[in-house]
């Protein structure tokens, strides 16, 4: 099992621990499946909407919370019944707006993972209004059920009354929406091809700037994050930042990155390529490599 957990485990009813430690192995990153999460219901004998709040304190040991020591844990419930940890990280000495929200780092798991809807997100602080408004950009947003300890659950329209949204703006198919863009590019570089595929699974229809960053690491693991944007703009979520918050779920470090990708759409109206250097060399002496596609 993980060192990050140990503390977290300790807090968790003993049957429901128990049940859990032989998932919790060296490749834990906080993706539970559907038929896990129902032998896990089994054997502790609780009910799922307990069980998935009484398990929060494992979503939180996956934050890396540099600034604040503040853990935030998140769950999203996909559609097809997996659940996906998340939770917050902060680069230390750099700006607040690199950070990544538990809520941001559980959907975007999610969302790497192939799910096209979000039926629930179970954290253990209520969602502050940079996630409230994340979250207002996905496929039925509004109607996510949020579950907070100690509280009914709550669709996300009773936490964000009036909300301002895709819609506004004219954008019918929202975040997590199938979609697929194929880009043209010549390479036989298997780092470059991800992040090609990523970029073209990416959301932008603010900008068009179709985006992805894929991490490698010197044992040769590859890390992916999308560019997800945001009808209010701020609240989007850079590649770089999915990617990073990838990575620490794995529990992997800033030091095994050896090569860094930056894929943008030769569409787009803006370049994320100075935001992403910038990030990059807070946490890493790689450096980026950064190519543009032209939609096919
Ligand atoms: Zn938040």
């Not at 485990?9 to 430690?21: C, D, G, N, R, Y």
């Not at 607040?96 to 959907?107: D, G, M, N, P, R």
């Not at 629930?120 to 509004?142: K, W």
Request: glycine fraction near 6%; charged fraction near 15%; hydrophobic fraction near 45%.
């Amino acid at each position: 099992m993980q060192n990050r957990f140990i503390d977290s485990l300790s807090e968790l009813p003993k049957p429901l621990a128990t049940a859990l430690i032989p998932l919790l192995n060296e490749e834990f990153c906080g993706h539970i499946d559907a038929s896990q999460l129902a032998e896990l219901v089994n054997i502790s004998g609780m009910p799922e909407d307990k069980l998935l709040l009484s398990i929060l304190p494992i979503a939180a040991a996956l934050a890396k919370p540099s600034i604040s020591e503040f853990y935030v844990g998140a769950i999203a419930k996909g559609e097809s019944g997996d659940i996906y940890m998340g939770a917050n990280f902060e680069l230390s000495s750099e700006a607040l707006f690199h950070t990544v929200h538990a809520e941001q780092s559980a959907i975007s798991h999610a969302w790497l993972n192939g799910e096209q809807k979000i039926v629930d997100i179970i954290v253990n602080f209520s969602p502050c209004g940079h996630c409230r408004q994340f979250m207002n950009e996905l496929v039925n947003g509004i109607n996510i059920n949020i579950h907070l300890p100690g509280q009914q659950p709550q669709l996300l329209a009773h936490y964000l009354p009036y909300a301002f949204g895709p819609a506004d703006l004219q954008v019918t198919k929202p975040l997590l929406s199938k979609s697929n863009i194929e880009f043209s590019l010549n390479s036989d570089d298997p780092m470059i091809i991800e992040a090609v595929d990523q970029a073209g699974l990416s959301y932008a229809p603010y900008t068009s700037n179709l985006a992805s960053v894929v991490l490698e690491t010197k044992d040769g693991h590859t890390y992916c994050g999308r560019y997800a944007e945001n009808a209010a703009f701020n609240p989007s979520m850079m590649p770089m930042q999915m990617a990073l918050s990838n990575l620490i779920r794995h529990n992997r470090d800033y030091s095994d990155i050896n090569r860094a990708v930056l894929i943008e759409s030769s569409a787009g109206k803006i370049s994320l390529a100075n935001a992403t250097m910038d990030t990059l060399q807070a946490v890493s002496a790689v450096e980026l490599e950064h190519i543009f596609v032209d939609p096919s």
